[in-house]
């Protein structure tokens, strides 16, 4: 009887469990949809009156947006959605030239074990080091999307931008290489268009 009563109480509680775990996941996920379509909503016409539920600015979209995505990583942060929701904060903080909170929250999202959301960040974060002068942290960051890329970054996408750094940088002879590498890789796709490009431009 100990036995089976046992079992009835794991049983319940694992049931619970996943109806929890659900009824959180689908709220985390509605909240996310909308702030990212508070996001992407068009900004208004110049000139025009101001619609209810426009903004007027990008400044004034990003820190309401921002606000929602700092809020869903607080309330959902052991969830993939909580994840996610700390890469889009550190985008719209960098928007409102917010680079330390931008940094702290992609790093955050860059440690991610979904390696989709992770190079979403460590190619948003590299490109933050690129605007601070921190050019080494970037290739460190574009060369861990090569060694490792994903659905969401590939490769080809990371050895672009670290080409155009080291273009910056008056490396001309590791930018060449690095494009024609791109070149042969994608000779069909618009990464190797790109990198043609940039090879005959040069």
Known sequence: MRWVIGIGIVVILAIGGLIFWNFRTSAADAALGSAVDLYTTPLATPGAPVEAGAYSTAAARATEANREFVAIAHNYGWLP??????????????????????????????????????????????????????????????????????ATVSASVAQLDLADLYATEGKQDQARALWAKVKDADKNGAAGTIASEKLGAK
């Open 81 to 150: 959605e909580g994840t996610k929701a700390r890469y889009f904060a550190g985008i719209t903080y960098e928007d409102l030239g917010q680079n330390s909170n931008a940094e702290t929250e992609l790093k955050a999202a860059a440690g991610s074990s979904d390696r989709n959301v992770a190079n979403l960040a460590k190619l948003a974060l590299a490109g933050l080091y690129r605007q601070t002068s921190r050019d080494n942290d970037a290739v460190a960051l574009y060369n861990e999307i090569i060694a490792k890329p994903s």
